[in-house]
């Protein structure tokens, strides 16, 4: 049996684990509920029930637990895939800060 070390680390920002609640803004005006899993400086992994399409921008906006204004950002879509069945995991890198 042969023993597999993990690939190195590449993200070069700390990911600070969240489960914040979180909205997508569509361009049609709906909204997409998701949960903020993780969020460093330069990116975020959220959960959805929404696929994006490849390398779209998103606005996003994470709810914050203390009470305070949400963080809305503008994400571009790197990677989304199924984590269950109508679930997707969607990973992306903060473009802009909104609010």
Known sequence: MTDRAAPPERRLDRRIPLGCTALIHLPSGDTVSAECIELSISGM??????????????????????GAAPLVTRLAVK????????RYEIGGAIVKVVE
């Open 79 to 86: 990677r989304c895939h199924s984590v269950s069945p109508g």
């Open 45 to 66: 992994t959220l959960h959805a029930d929404y696929v994006p399409g490849e390398s779209e921008v998103l606005k996003v906006s994470v709810v914050s637990p203390s």
